[in-house]
């Protein structure tokens, strides 16, 4: 049997990560997970990081960088850790049977394994996400769940853990799961160092979905309607009603309301509660009181924020806050 992830000789003995790589796999998904373990090298962890490819030939990424094989899938001893990013290509194209082969030979044995972004498809078209929960990025979500309905798509999910396979949205989530994998085998404290260092933020560990303020909601792709969600989160107390909303964008509040309901399925104003929650519990989970976390995220009151949570988590702010903090001490700036 497997050892546990955070066994007691994990912060000393070296930990082996194998990433497979292939033609047209997404380079961040790979760079940003391998940074986090290269800079907790940095601070006393021993990562071994290794790239494999199908068939162990060089590959190029999808922005058309060359990357290094170190050999076939083959060559490599069941890994600790077998990271298995996405590709533009997915979910538009299928994965081809010799990569979802590929998968299945890397990942068989290995400890723990990973996907980043669109790699959740090549772990289900290997038969690895059967009967479990899952996330990936959230435009691809529902095709996810529509190929595979024996697997739980947890849209929202900044990343999912369930047993030994976890999976990550898009873009950044891979560094919030890497992070999450550190903290397992070394301890929050080396964690926190690794994430000053690379100025992202440190999110919740253990087996919760994780959740990140701006990444919660599903970002828009029309320029107003991002014009309108950087303003509501540089300013969360600020005036979102919809006539002030329409005007910062120069559109009738009918457009707008139109805009909102094509491409987002909701109303601005449920929108602008989205973001609002979400900041809020971001504010909870580093530790920040109920009430400040209602003044900074933008609700007009303690109640208002507490009503925002009875309808979206059944649960108080302090109820919440109480079953998923971090060990981070309270903050009462």
């Given at each position: ?40 090298n940095r601070f006393g962890a021993r990562y071994d990081i290794s790239l494999c490819s199908p068939d162990g030939a ?249 009503l925002a949570f009875a309808r979206r988590v059944s649960m108080s702010p302090a109820a919440y806050q109480r079953r ?10």
């Open positions: 049997m497997a050892a546990t992830p955070n066994a007691p000789d994990e912060r000393t003995r070296s930990i082996t990560v194998a990433f497979l790589v292939y033609e047209g796999v997404t380079l961040f998904d790979v760079a940003g997970p391998a940074e986090v373990f290269h800079t907790a060089d590959v190029t990424a999808n922005i058309g960088i060359r990357m290094a094989s170190g050999g076939d899938v083959e060559a490599f001893a069941p890994p600790d850790i077998c990271v298995i990013p996405g590709a533009d290509a997915y979910p538009d194209a299928r994965v081809p049977p010799e990569l979802a082969e590929a998968v299945r030979r890397l990942t068989d044995g290995a400890r723990r394994i990973v996907s980043i972004c669109t790699g959740a498809f090549l772990l289900a078209e290997a038969g690895l996400l059967d009967g479990r929960r899952a996330t990936t990025h959230w435009r691809a979500a529902h095709e996810l769940a529509t190929r595979w309905p024996t697997t739980l798509v947890e849209p929202d999910a900044i990343f999912v853990r369930d047993g030994p396979i976890s999976t990550s949205a898009g873009v950044s989530a891979g560094i919030d799961l890497a992070l999450a994998l550190v903290e397992e085998d070394q301890g929050p404290d080396l964690t926190r160092d690794v994430a000053r260092a690379m100025v992202v933020y440190l999110q919740r560990s253990g087996g919760q979905s994780q959740f990140s303020a701006p990444l919660a909601v599903p970002l828009p792709t029309g320029p107003a309607l991002r014009q309108i969600v950087d303003r509501v989160i540089a300013d969360p107390a600020g005036d979102h009603t919809l006539p002030q909303l329409a005007r910062a964008v120069n559109l009738s509040t009918r457009h707008l309301a139109r805009l909102f309901r094509d491409e987002l399925f909701t109303t601005p104003a449920r929108y602008v509660e989205s973001i609002r929650f979400d900041l809020a519990r971001s504010l909870l989970d580093q530790g920040h009181t109920a009430s400040r976390a209602a003044e900074l995220a933008g609700f007009p009151s303690y109640e208002s924020l507490r998923f903090r971090t060990s981070q001490r309270d903050l009462h700036g």
